[in-house]
């Protein structure tokens, strides 16, 4: 006769399946690096007409390689992304100057915070938000925010959210893209 397996009272630890050797510390740092060499200057030829964009949010691959994509994103007010993810990439970003607001989706609300020049954040899988130029930015009057992302392994899709009646996310559409930040939309 078969004996009964013992169940431990503790489920095994499983380790999660990473889709990029980057961790999230690399891609911060990628990104403190990235925003550091623009403001540096060393990427002012990307900027078109040396002036930065303020009539639309704008964007400018700054490195690609097949671990990670880097990007310089100017935002400008009233422009947002929509809730969306990242598919199956991590990423980060580093603030250079001026102000982000960040509603991002925690399970039954969407929690707000506010990004300022020389903070960092990181996107694990399976995070959600909507970002936006906040309003009361430190940026200049007419100055836009400036924010260097990095998205690994390279960004190739995203998907879009919308909060139902019952107050749960359900998605409406996924985009292949490999553009930052709803620039796709
Ligand atoms: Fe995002």
């Known amino acids: 006769m078969l004996s009964t ?19 999230p510390a690399d891609l911060l740092r990628i990104t403190d690096q990235g925003a550091q060499d623009v403001l540096d200057g060393r990427f002012e030829h990307l900027v078109p007409g040396g002036e930065w964009p303020t009539a639309a949010r704008w964007s400018s691959r700054l490195h690609a390689d097949d671990d990670v994509d880097v990007w310089l994103i100017s935002w400008v007010p009233g422009e947002s992304t929509e809730l969306h993810d990242h598919a199956g990439s991590l990423g980060a970003l580093t603030v250079l100057s001026g102000t982000l607001a960040e509603y991002r989706w925690g399970g039954s609300e969407l929690k707000y915070r506010t990004l300022t020049a020389g903070d960092q954040a990181s996107f694990p899988l399976g995070w959600v938000h909507d970002v936006v130029q906040a309003p009361d930015t430190s940026a200049g009057l007419g100055e836009p925010t400036l924010s260097v992302h990095a998205y690994s392994p390279p960004l190739t899709a995203m998907s879009y959210y919308e909060i139902t009646d019952q107050g749960s996310l359900r998605r409406t559409r996924t985009t292949l893209t490999d553009l930052p930040e709803g620039l796709s939309a």
């Open 5 to 23: 397996p013992v169940i431990s009272g503790s489920r095994p630890v499983r380790p999660t399946v990473s889709p990029t050797r980057l961790r």
